[in-house]
């Protein structure tokens, strides 16, 4: 089992930044992926960022060039820290995003927390 725990989000203007956290800690293989979903009201939910255990990232192509997703990892694979750093953010960016750790087959999600940009 791994437990994630999300820090972060709020409100902001329109061309502000925000930066998420999420730690993962458990059982956990050294091959993994974390990422960071969102879901906007009416909308399904979308993979914004992701990042393997070794470093290669991948976004969606709207927040490219804007949003940065990073990872501190522990030494002793106690746990992982997932990043992501959001800058200038659009309306368009309101949603609950949502942390995820996949390892093999299984994902595990954060508890989501909300992101608001206000023009």
């Known amino acids: 089992q791994v437990r994630l725990v999300q820090s972060g989000g709020g409100s902001v203007q329109a061309g502000g930044s925000l930066r998420l956290s999420c730690t993962a800690s458990?059982?956990?293989?050294?091959?993994?992926?974390m990422a960071w979903h969102r879901q906007a009201p009416g909308k399904q939910r979308e993979l914004v960022a992701s990042i393997t255990s070794r470093g290669r990232t991948n976004y969606l192509d709207s927040v490219k060039g804007l949003f940065t997703i990073s990872r501190d990892d522990a030494r002793d694979g106690s746990k992982n820290t997932v990043y992501l750093q959001m800058n200038s953010l659009k309306s368009e960016d309101t949603a609950v995003y949502y942390c995820?750790?996949?390892?093999?087959?299984?994902?595990?999600w954060g508890q989501g927390t909300q992101v608001t940009v206000s023009s």
């Open positions: 995820k750790y996949r390892q093999g087959y299984q994902d595990y």
């Open positions: 458990g059982d956990m293989l050294s091959f993994n992926v």
